[in-house]
């Protein structure tokens, strides 16, 4: 008896099956988005008002499309009539997506 081990499956891999399975196995990863209190939220604006004026460098911990990214960048312009914040590498941020900020 021949096996041909792992070159046998080599064929299934080549399928279209398998972009399938990688965003379903994808799409298990993603979680709920956590829920802040509203001294958090308080907490979470000074750090940015403060960053904002002393223009230093932050990273932000935020929720995006059920996933949990960190960014690293300074606050170059706060928007309080749309709830945005414009970082200097162009990001543009809700600032409900925010979780967490590190000042440096």
Do not use: C
Request: net charge neutral; hydrophobic share 40%.
């Amino acid at each position: 008896m021949n096996d041909r081990g792992i070159i046998k499956w080599m064929p299934f891999q080549s399928l279209p099956q398998e972009e399938v399975l990688k965003k379903i196995l994808k799409d298990k990863e993603r979680i709920t988005k956590p829920i802040l209190s509203k001294e958090q939220q308080e907490e979470l604006e000074k750090q940015l008002v403060e960053a904002f004026y002393e223009q230093t460098e932050i990273t932000l911990t935020i929720y995006l499309s059920g996933f949990i990214k960190k960014i690293t960048s300074q606050v170059i312009k706060l928007n309080s009539s749309d709830h945005t914040i414009l970082l200097k590498n162009n990001k543009k941020i809700l600032f409900q997506q925010i979780l967490e900020i590190e000042l440096f």
